[in-house]
């Protein structure tokens, strides 16, 4: 999970828009209506053919104290080791969601995070939400 010597707001912007992209091909593909571990794995197989490093349903350490807590916590995607994926195909998206996705870019130190939810009609109006927090703040610019 090594984070690239080049990250800057630019970069992860523009990797945002890549996997939007990619999101919204599989969503083009299959439209609402199948399984989320469908869309995670469809996902997964258009990022590496537009040729990204992505990783998925790896466990996320739980630090508490001076121990790591046995729980199973795991993301869906992680692009580039900078950029977490949480994938939905639900008819109502619920707050813990995103509270979700918010606490593992956190544990993850990761600084950019996308909760996609493949049913709905329109991926890119309805299904998309991006998250920053003070891990892209911190980022140069360029």
């Known amino acids: 999970m090594d984070k690239p010597a080049y990250l800057t707001?630019?970069?992860v912007n523009w990797l945002t828009y890549q996997?939007?992209?990619a999101s919204i091909e599989v969503h083009r593909y299959?439209?609402?209506?199948?399984?989320e571990s469908v869309y995670e794995k469809a996902?997964?197989?258009?990022?590496?053919?537009?040729?990204?490093r992505v990783e998925s349903q790896?466990?996320?350490?739980?630090?508490?104290?001076?121990?790591?807590?046995?729980?199973?916590?795991?993301?869906?995607?992680?692009?580039?080791?900078?950029l977490l994926v949480e994938t939905k195909a639900v008819v109502?998206?619920?707050?813990?969601?995103?509270?979700t996705l918010l606490s593992y870019m956190k544990h993850l130190r990761m600084p950019k995070g996308i909760l996609l939810n493949f049913h709905v009609k329109n991926?890119?109006?309805?299904?998309?939400?991006?998250?920053?927090n003070?891990?892209?703040?911190?980022?140069?610019?360029e």
């Open 19 to 21: 996997v939007v992209g």
């Open 58 to 82: 790896k466990s996320i350490p739980v630090p508490y104290k001076d121990i790591l807590l046995d729980v199973e916590f795991r993301y869906d995607l992680l692009v580039e080791g900078v």
């Open 30 to 35: 299959w439209g609402p209506g199948l399984l």
């Open 123 to 132: 991926l890119h109006k309805e299904g998309l939400r991006v998250f920053v």
């Open 92 to 99: 109502d998206m619920h707050p813990i969601f995103e509270a």
């Open 43 to 52: 996902l997964r197989y258009e990022l590496k053919l537009r040729g990204f």
């Open 134 to 141: 003070e891990y892209f703040a911190a980022l140069p610019e």
């Open 9 to 11: 707001k630019k970069y």
